[in-house]
């Protein structure tokens, strides 16, 4: 089984702050690793696709890199709007979830 | 526009017998492009995920789960189900499904909004 490690968490934050997120396996995945973010009471919401495909709508103060092992979430300027808690995802092996970083004030 | 939506029991019995159908529209889950998946989140905790159909049939399982669980295809009702049998409190969750990319990296992106279950007596 894939491990999928994701730190920090939570992560304190203000507005206007870089942020980044990371998330390590236990084995190489390539690039099939996702990025979700999750609002209270909300479905999880697709960001970024084999690792670092940004999907169409989010906006670009997110982006995301690494393949391999190591894979980061940046948020380059935090807007109250982005308040929320992220999850990777690796989907090379069986899928298996990060344990999700809560982005807090 | 893809649409799925869970559907079944919000209250199991311990010992029972979980099940939640999942309906899609806007895409048929007969096409070969995609796999259809469950995903679990308990009350203030993680995403699990626990397993995948796809349309040739074939599955994979959560290896923690494998042993309850029974995922199956239903085309002629656009259709996927979950079973999970021998529930307990630990399995009170809100369930999701929802669509994979069989190619692509197999990410996940459409899913449900989600159908909250408890296991309770």
């Known amino acids: 089984d894939i491990q999928v490690t994701q730190s920090p968490s939570p992560l304190s934050a203000s507005v206007g702050d870089r942020v980044t997120i990371t998330c390590r396996t236990s084995?190489?995945?390539?690039?099939?690793l996702a990025w979700y973010q999750q609002k209270p009471g909300k479905v999880p919401k697709l960001l970024v696709s084999?690792?670092?495909t940004l999907q169409s709508g989010v906006p670009s103060r997110f982006s995301a890199s690494g393949t391999g092992t190591e894979f980061t979430l940046t948020i380059s300027s935090l807007q109250p709007e982005d308040f929320a808690t992220y999850y990777c995802?690796?989907?090379?092996?069986?899928?298996?979830f990060g344990g999700g970083t809560k982005v807090e004030i | 526009q893809v649409q799925l939506q869970e559907s079944g029991p919000g209250l199991v019995r311990p010992s029972q017998t979980l099940s939640l159908a999942c309906t899609v529209s806007g895409a048929s889950i007969s096409r070969g492009d995609y796999y259809w998946t469950w995903i679990r989140q308990p009350a203030g905790k993680g995403l699990e995920w626990i397993g995948r159909i796809y349309t040739s049939g074939s599955t994979n399982y959560n290896p923690s789960l494998k042993s309850r669980v029974t995922i199956s295809l239903d085309t002629s009702k656009n259709q996927f189900s979950l079973k999970l049998n021998s529930v307990t409190a630990a399995d009170t969750a809100i369930y999701y499904c929802a669509r994979g990319h069989q190619y692509s990296y197999g990410y996940v992106d459409y899913w449900g909004q989600g159908t909250l279950v408890h296991v309770s007596s």
């Open positions: 084999a690792a670092f």
């Open positions: 995802l690796q989907t090379h092996s069986l899928l298996t």
């Open positions: 084995q190489s995945i390539s690039n099939f």
